[in-house]
């Protein structure tokens, strides 16, 4: 038994973008404590819906995190049309998929990226981030913004994509498809990677299902839990949606999971694509919220399930707005996983939750 | 500025941003945008960063983080605010845990507006930081000489 001493990791650390802090407890090379610490960027966003009404506080939603913007204000604006009984048009649903399912490819592929960066494969960082590109070029040019879109509104969406631009995506995205599938067949059969992430940081079934694991974290530990397969909104039309699930549990399996789901949005976009219905793109939103009316909402975002809820006082202001973001759950087993593993494999792990520490903290 | 006498390189840190200015840091150091045509290298040290890029404002945890990298980093160095919750708070200025713009903590020498700010804007900014540098370093050299 060694001397223990504690290790600080981050908040400035070059593995990650974001500023989280753990003491890392490690005798010899091996980590057995983590303890991690939050709060870089709490600014406070639910305590805004007392000064913001409920169609302004769309674009603070959207901004809780950059990455899952879109998610976001979907799930907000789902949650608040829930609570008013509003009808959204079947256009409008078809839209929000599409935008919400191309947001999922970039941040899947932001991450590979990112994951890749974490094991010195620099190059294919590059790569990643440069088939992101051409997903947000769609974004600009079918919205404006690049990362915010500011698209959703409560009742419907802001701006309607025409049949040619509805071809110019499925175009683009069978283009990107075949650098992808080069991409992913490295990432996933080269041998320096598999040294990196095969057998690191494994959780099993029982364990992801004990510490209420969501997303791709679970997944990869067997847990075919998927929101999207709820069929609620435009994902009910699919003709077959089926969770990407892995039985591994390791860090190989969660740079798998994601892969694969980058060409399962792939499909949904393009099946949906094909037969999104005609009508209007949005419907007014008069009145307020009843007093004592409560509302709650689930959604898948790229990192997982998360959870909205929402009351409203019979004023423009809602009286409460909640939400819980996959990474809060995940953060019990990414400290699990920490546990046991070499000093070297922590940035590996910490990255393969895909933590979005602006959701966790608001 | 003429010609830059150096390769500057850069620190990125997320003071309390939404992701969306980070993810367009990253960005622009990439194929797509080639911040790197400048000379600029994205460094994980403090002691070998120039430019120090501050996304999101500062809040009461991570002011001590922002005034520790910037007071790492060896003279002469330049700050640049990127996106407009760096510049002032944006949105979220009225937040109850927001103190505001990074200039709150630590001197900023060029500001980058925008939500989130542009890949072209960080560019703008980075050359113009770099104008700044010079000027400092001169600054610097010639303080020498009359001592």
Not at chain 1, 59 to 88: K, N, Q
Not at chain 1, 303 to 312: D, F, L
Request: glycine share 10%; aromatic share 8%.
């Amino acid at each position: 038994m060694g001397k223990s001493t504690i290790i600080p990791f981050g908040p400035q650390h070059p593995v990650l973008p974001e500023p989280l802090h753990l003491d890392l407890v490690v005798e010899d090379e091996t980590v057995i404590d983590c303890i991690p610490q939050i709060g870089f960027v709490h600014r406070g966003l639910e305590k805004l819906v007392e000064t913001r009404d409920y169609n302004q506080f769309i674009y603070v939603a959207e901004r809780i995190c950059g990455i899952c913007a879109m998610g976001h204000s979907l799930g907000y604006a789902e949650t608040v049309e829930s609570l008013m009984g509003v009808e959204v048009p079947r256009r409008a649903e078809y839209l929000r998929v599409i935008w919400h399912e191309l947001s999922r490819i970039h941040s899947h592929l932001l991450w590979l990226g990112l994951a890749a960066d974490a094991f010195g494969f620099e190059s294919m960082f590059m790569h990643c981030w440069r088939l992101r590109e051409r997903v947000l070029d769609i974004f600009e040019k079918t919205t404006g913004g690049r990362v915010i879109l500011s698209v959703v509104r409560v009742g419907g969406v802001n701006r309607d994509i025409d049949d040619a631009m509805l071809r110019e995506i499925v175009n683009v995205l069978d283009g990107i498809k075949d650098d992808y599938t080069k991409i992913m067949n490295t990432l996933l059969t080269d041998t320096s990677v598999k040294n990196r992430t095969v057998g690191v940081g494994f959780i099993s079934k029982e364990a992801a299902l004990d510490l209420s694991m969501v997303g791709p974290f679970s997944r990869a530990s067997d847990v075919p839990y998927d929101v999207r397969s709820f069929g609620r909104g435009a994902y009910g039309e699919l003709s077959d949606f089926q969770p990407v699930t892995d039985a591994q549990g390791d860090c190989f399996a969660r740079v798998k999971v994601r892969c694969l789901e980058v060409l399962q949005s792939i499909e949904i976009i393009k099946e949906l694509a094909a037969k999104v219905p005609a009508g209007d793109i949005s419907v007014a939103v008069k009145g307020a919220p009843a007093e004592g009316a409560q509302a709650s909402n689930v959604l898948e975002q790229p990192r997982g399930e998360c959870y909205y809820y929402a009351r409203g006082n019979g004023t423009k202001y809602l009286e409460r707005m909640r939400m819980r973001t996959p990474t809060s759950q995940n953060l019990a087993g990414m400290a699990t996983a920490l546990k046991g593993c070499d000093l070297a494999d922590v940035n590996m792990i910490v990255l393969t939750i895909d933590p979005c520490i602006s959701c966790t903290e608001r | 500025m003429a010609y830059a006498s150096k390769s500057p390189w850069v620190i990125h840190y997320d003071g309390s941003s939404c992701n969306g200015c980070d993810i367009e840091v990253l960005a622009t150091l990439c194929p797509g945008f080639d911040g790197e045509r400048f000379g600029v290298i994205n460094t994980g040290n403090p002691k070998h960063a120039d430019i120090f890029l501050v996304t999101g404002s500062v809040n009461a945890q991570n002011i001590d983080v922002v005034r520790e990298i910037y007071d790492q980093m060896v003279e002469p160095k330049v700050v640049v605010a990127c996106g407009i919750c760096a510049c002032s708070g944006g949105i979220f200025h009225d937040c109850y845990n927001v103190i505001g713009g990074v200039d709150k903590a630590i001197p900023v020498d060029v500001y980058a507006p925008g939500c989130a700010v542009r890949p072209e804007a960080i560019i703008d900014a980075i050359v113009q930081g770099i104008g700044v540098l010079e000027e400092k370093a001169a600054a610097m050299k010639s303080a020498k000489k009359g001592a």
